[in-house]
């Protein structure tokens, strides 16, 4: 009853009102380790102590945060405290796509421009340089120019398809 709701959460506390605080202040709970995680991540990578930095951006990166995925995939494709590898650092690079990251996007584009780590593949490059200039990356909009000399109109318009499809869904 609402007298019960009353008595045990506090006179103006609801079961939907702790229901509606908890939706906001939980998450925040659960993201915190994650956050932590990707700070110490950090400030370890740029100390160049990448033994320290692999677990705790691999812990973030696994909870979804996309900056520490980007991170994590330039450890792989660098060879930074792991073996290089350029289709684990493109997975990571992806995960952190899928989230509107654009230095993950511009990677990528890099990656399918060079053929280093995946086919090499114009039509793919262009829509991940595409949405990276779309966020302001100006060396992506430097490869754009570049890319678009070695495609076809019709490359250019599947590429540029891809990109819209590619919006409508994330």
Not at 9 to 18: E, I
Not at 25 to 33: E, G, I, N, Y
Not at 34 to 50: I, M, P, Q, S
Request: aromatic share 8%; net charge positive; hydrophobic share 45%.
């Amino acid at each position: 009853s609402r007298a019960a709701c009353r008595t045990r959460y506090g006179p103006h506390m609801t079961k939907s009102s702790l229901g509606i605080i908890l939706s906001f202040v939980l998450p925040l709970l659960l993201a915190a380790p994650v956050l932590a995680g990707f700070d110490e991540g950090k400030a370890a990578y740029k100390a160049g102590d990448y033994e320290t930095a692999l677990p705790e951006l691999r812990a973030a990166a696994d909870g979804g945060h996309a900056r520490a995925q980007y991170m994590l995939g330039s450890m792989y494709n660098e060879g930074k405290g792991v073996a290089p590898d350029r289709a684990v650092a493109a997975e990571w690079w992806q995960k952190a796509a899928a989230q509107d990251h654009a230095q993950a996007q511009f990677a990528l584009g890099v990656l399918y421009s060079s053929g280093k780590g995946a086919a090499k593949d114009n039509v793919a490059a262009h829509m991940w340089f595409s949405l990276a200039a779309e966020q302001g990356k100006r060396n992506a909009k430097r490869l754009l120019k570049v890319i678009v000399t070695q495609m076809t109109p019709e490359q250019i318009a599947e590429a540029a398809q891809m990109a819209e499809d590619w919006r409508a869904a994330n």
